[in-house]
């Protein structure tokens, strides 16, 4: 069964849960500006799946986060977030 995407922040941490895919990511698009606003660390750990759209997001994420001066890091990266940061050959710091 599909989980909504969900997120919560407490401090400088946003914590995602749920499915980052296509069929969920709509509503963390439209407040992706209020929900990195102060964040420098993003939480996967809660993620039960990431697909490709996803990992598009969290790459913008990352990037806007560095856009307003502050070091961005993922934690709780899935093997499945690694593999396809991989067959996309990435740059390391694309995800931290």
């Not at 969920?24 to 490709?52: E, M, P």
């Amino acid at each position: 069964m599909a989980e909504q995407l969900s997120w919560t922040r407490e401090g400088e941490r946003l914590a995602l849960h749920g499915e980052l895919d296509q069929d969920f990511l709509v509503s963390l698009w439209d407040a992706r500006k209020d929900a990195t606003q102060g964040v420098s660390v993003i939480d996967l750990s809660g993620l039960s799946r990431v697909d490709t759209a996803g990992l598009a997001l969290l790459v913008h994420l990352v990037d806007l986060i560095r856009a307003e001066g502050r070091t961005a890091s993922l934690e709780g990266v899935s093997e499945k977030v690694a593999t396809l940061k991989g067959l996309y050959n990435l740059p390391e710091d694309m995800i931290p």
